[in-house]
């Protein structure tokens, strides 16, 4: 796979941390958005080490307690917990939502799937079943195929993979290896250049309809370059680009503060793609 894992078993946050650090400086210098670095998965240093719900966990409904993964309060109702098996490793995920539909959540940088919040629970009110999770030691690649393949042994016909940051270039990889390919792939802010997978071959390879999502003003995309040339690179007959306004990067396009504007919009492309 493109992404090494750690020999040791351990995970190469603080590579990646500083990887993005030089990324930040680079692109205010007017560089390349990132440097290209070796790791497993992306970095831990800024999740939060408590297990009380966080603002992105919050929105018009009362706070509760949720499934713990990886120690966040996953405050989304009727989650449950499942166990991926991926390479010697078990990995903790949560579940929720039911239908013929599936989609599985590929982390940012900060590998905590509660950054998600409150979109799982979005999609799952629309008739989705929605996994998530937090990488491993491993492929983050091979641990969306697996989460992927999981849902498809459970009546899962029509598959969505929907990656922010890092997560966005490990479903268009995850993408490539997954037969069939996937119903819909969305990408937010896509980096591939913090990843050692093959890029721009792999988004000139994969076929399944694809959303790139981004903003104008994103130091860590090349102010939405990086964006517009995936979307450029993609062969599907059935893409499209969506730029917003803006400094937002990742989660920030679906998380409690964001609106409607985005996830309406990812809605309506998974339903165009994977109708029936």
């Not at 790791?39 to 240093?45: E, I, K």
């Not at 009110?125 to 498809?152: K, T």
Request: aromatic content about 6%; hydrophobic content about 45%; charged content about 15%.
């Amino acid at each position: 796979m493109a992404v090494r894992s750690d020999p040791g078993g351990r995970r190469l946050a603080t590579a990646l941390a500083a990887a993005f650090a030089v990324a930040l400086a680079a692109a205010a210098c007017g560089g390349s958005a990132h440097k290209r670095t070796t790791h497993s998965t992306p970095p831990q240093a800024s999740v939060p080490a408590t297990t009380q719900p966080t603002a992105a966990s919050t929105s018009s409904a009362p706070l509760f307690i949720g499934p713990s993964i990886g120690g966040c309060n996953y405050a989304v109702r009727h989650a449950r917990v499942v166990r991926l098996h991926v390479g010697g490793e078990r990995l903790k995920a949560a579940i929720v939502g039911t239908g013929p539909r599936g989609v599985v959540l590929a982390n940012q940088t900060d590998n905590s799937a509660c950054e998600w919040l409150p979109f799982p629970a979005y999609l799952a009110a629309h008739g989705m079943r929605v996994l998530a999770f937090d990488y491993g030691n491993g492929d983050p690649s091979a641990e969306v195929q697996a989460a992927a393949r999981f849902l498809r042994d459970r009546g899962v016909r029509n598959l969505i993979l929907i990656g922010a940051s890092i997560g966005g270039a490990v479903v268009i990889d995850a993408g490539l290896h997954l037969h069939p390919e996937p119903a819909a792939v969305v990408s937010l802010s896509a980096v591939p250049d913090a990843t050692l997978y093959s890029f721009p071959a792999d988004a000139r390879r994969l076929r399944s309809p694809i959303f790139q999502i981004g903003a104008t003003e994103d130091q860590l995309t090349q102010s939405g370059q990086v964006t517009r040339s995936l979307f450029r690179e993609s062969p599907s007959p059935a893409k499209r680009l969506l730029m917003i306004p803006g400094t937002q990067h990742g989660v920030d396009f679906v998380d409690a503060g964001a609106g409607n504007r985005v996830r309406s919009a990812i809605l309506a492309f998974i339903r165009a793609q994977s109708a029936g």
